[in-house]
Structure formats: C-alpha cells, structure tokens
C-alpha cells in the first residue's frame, strides 16, 4: 500500500514563482491535512479538508491555497513564493480525528 | 492560544536505557497522541490516548494521559539505536474540527557517542 504519496520530494524556486505540491491517499480516508514543519516549530496545520468538497484555514495559511480535487487528492499552492516559505511541507490524511497518516515530505526551498 | 510543552528538548541515549518524556499545557484535552519521526520521514503514530489515567503499551513503549487531562508521559523501556528520532505529543478536544489538533515541538532523541 502507497498510503499518502507527495510530490515533488524536493523543489528550488526563486522569489516570486509559484507552484502546486500534490498529496494522494489511497487509504478512502475522508480528511486531509498540508502542514509545514520548520526547525523549532513543530509542525504547523496550513490548511485542511474535512471531507470532499470543504477547506479551511489552519494556523498559518496565508500564502498558500489549497484544493480538493476529489477524495482521493488534496493539493498545496503557493502562488508567489517568499523566502519564508522555505520548509518540509507534509500532507496526511486520517479516517479519526487526531490518528494520521503522513507522507514522506516535500523539501521546499526559496531563494 | 493552546500550546503544548515537550520535555526534555532533547536527550541521549545508550543502548539498553529507559528513556522519560513528557508533555504539558494549561489546557484541558481528551484525546493526547504521540508520533516519532525517523530521519527524513514523515511522522508515525505511535499511541493514542482517550480517557484521562489510561496507561497504555506498544511493545517497549508506555504512555499514559495525565489524570488532570493536561499531560501525557511516554517512556521507552530498555531503548535500542533505531529509537533515535523526534517524538512528537499531539492533543485535542476530540468532537471539535479536524483543524484543532496541536503538536509540541518535540523531543529529539540520539545516541551518546
């Protein structure tokens, strides 16, 4: 089993670029989660789904969109990336509130 | 706004060791949970924890919910080299939205040389 699969592993942008990262979960779970992990911090919820066809903003969303594309697929954008953006992005997914699934990370950085 | 306290930040290990960690906060949660995260990984759910005094055990690991529903424990009996990695404590309100569950910052576990 797959479980939640990430792409890319690793992205270089420059100021000002953008991009979407891309989370699948084959597990039929109903919620899905991008946070953002710095050195020190934790992790960070950006924002999450439900379920199908529901978003919403977690603790530090700005800068970011998101979509759910269908149940399977939740999706990261940044639309003009800063310097602060630079960080391990991960996507979960969870069937119970709290028990998650992660994928292996997505290394982003910004020049 | 709710946080939640790890400690110790980070600790040593040798072979055949127990190990002791823990979380704290001011607030009141029901449902405490502990992931590690290997090198290069994402985290792994290790315990969940739903009922304030429950102790519970995964092989070597035992975590318990505090009784005043503000704390959780985690302790590894007779730890071995791939214990090595980052333990994270998570808390919720089980019932609220899927967005309020936290993470402490973790407990960053290595092998003394």
């Known amino acids: 089993n797959a479980g939640v699969t990430q792409t890319p592993k690793f992205q270089v942008l420059k100021t000002g670029q953008s991009m979407t990262l891309q989370c699948a979960q084959d597990?039929?779970?109903?919620?899905m989660y991008w946070y953002r992990q710095d050195p020190g911090m934790g992790l960070r919820l950006i924002y999450y789904s439900a379920s199908e066809g529901t978003t919403d903003k977690g603790e530090v969303p700005n800068g970011y969109n998101v979509s759910r594309l269908n149940k399977r697929e939740f999706s990261l954008r940044l639309e003009s990336a800063a310097p602060s953006q630079t960080s391990v992005y991960f996507c979960?997914?969870?069937?119970?509130?709290?028990?998650?699934?992660f994928g292996e990370g997505s290394r982003l950085t910004v020049l | 706004g709710q946080q939640l306290n790890q400690s110790p930040q980070s600790m040593f290990i040798q072979e055949g060791e127990d190990v002791s960690m823990n979380c704290t906060s001011s607030?009141?949660?029901?449902?405490w949970l502990w992931y590690k995260q290997d090198p290069g990984e994402g985290p792994v759910l290790l315990i969940a924890?739903?009922?304030?005094?429950e102790l519970t055990s995964n092989g070597r690991l035992t975590a318990q919910f505090g009784i005043t529903r503000k704390d959780s424990f985690l302790n590894i009996s007779a730890s071995i080299p791939s214990d090595v990695g980052i333990y994270f404590c998570a808390a919720q309100n089980y019932g609220g939205s899927q967005g309020n569950l936290i993470f402490g910052k973790g407990t960053k576990l290595s092998v003394k040389p």
């Open positions: 607030s009141i949660f029901n449902t």
């Open positions: 924890l739903y009922k304030a005094g």
């Open positions: 979960a997914s969870s069937i119970i509130a709290g028990e998650l699934f």
């Open positions: 597990m039929n779970h109903n919620s």
